[in-house]
């Protein structure tokens, strides 16, 4: 007997962010407070790939057809966020990534701390 296999990954939203479990075991996972540039492009066989960086280009991959709802609302949160830009980078897709949106507010370092 047949029974459904196990996806390749698993994507979970939140209003914290985004987490991608991998069928390796591996995760990635970014808090949308982090994340300062969306990228379309990737294009696998079977489907579109949007990731989601962080100031220390770290991210979070997610594949188009992971996302839903709760995904796409949560995008519109980001500053300036254009949804028909998303659409437009969805339907001209290529190997190549494109920068859809990035943060207009670049974030600010770190403050140096002293410690006594």
């Not at 100031?55 to 995008?75: E, I, K, M, N």
């Amino acid at each position: 007997m047949h029974g459904n296999s196990v996806p390749d990954s698993y994507v979970y939203v939140t209003e914290e962010g985004v987490t991608r479990h991998y069928a390796d075991g591996s995760v990635e996972a970014l808090a949308w407070e982090d994340v300062v540039e969306v990228r379309v492009g990737g294009v696998t066989e079977s489907d579109i790939l949007i990731v989601l960086l962080d100031r220390d280009g770290q991210g979070c991959v997610v594949p188009r057809s992971a996302t839903d709802a709760t995904f796409l609302a949560r995008l519109r949160y980001l500053p300036e966020f254009d949804l028909e830009r998303l659409s437009e980078a969805f339907t001209a897709a290529a190997a190549a990534y494109v920068v859809v949106w990035r943060s207009p507010d670049p974030p600010s370092p770190l403050p140096d701390l002293e410690y006594d």
